[in-house]
């Protein structure tokens, strides 16, 4: 879950990971460590057609639900990190 200040996306003022609650630290609105977004758009054919969930989590979240995942992630590597 993030909140922004005014509504306005480039002004972060909270991130809580919605699987165990904890608040990440931020510094200027900068998270000050990374986190996982999904963002998805259930569409036709699912139960949630027209539904757009969003959640965060923090990254020992994200190893713990990839750590169930019969087939592992797929891991690509990225030379030039932004
Ligand atoms: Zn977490």
């Known amino acids: ?6 509504r ?7 991130i809580v990971c919605n ?3 904890r608040e990440l630290e931020l ?4 998270a000050r460590e990374d986190y996982c977004t999904v963002n ?7 139960q949630r057609d027209g539904q757009r969930h ?11 639900l990839i750590a169930g995942f019969l087939i592992p992630v797929e ?8």
């Not at 306005?8 to 909270?14: E, G, S, V």
């Not at 998805?40 to 699912?46: A, E």
């Not at 891991?75 to 932004?82: F, G, R, S, V, Y």
């Open 54 to 64: 969003r959640f965060e989590l923090c990254e020992q979240c994200y190893e713990e």
């Open 40 to 46: 998805k758009l259930w569409g036709y054919f699912s």
């Open 27 to 30: 510094e200027n609105g900068i």
């Open 8 to 14: 306005k996306q480039d002004n972060i003022k909270k």
């Open 75 to 82: 891991n690509i590597e990225e030379k030039e990190l932004i």
């Open 19 to 21: 699987k165990c609650g």
């Open 1 to 6: 879950m993030i909140e922004y200040i005014a």
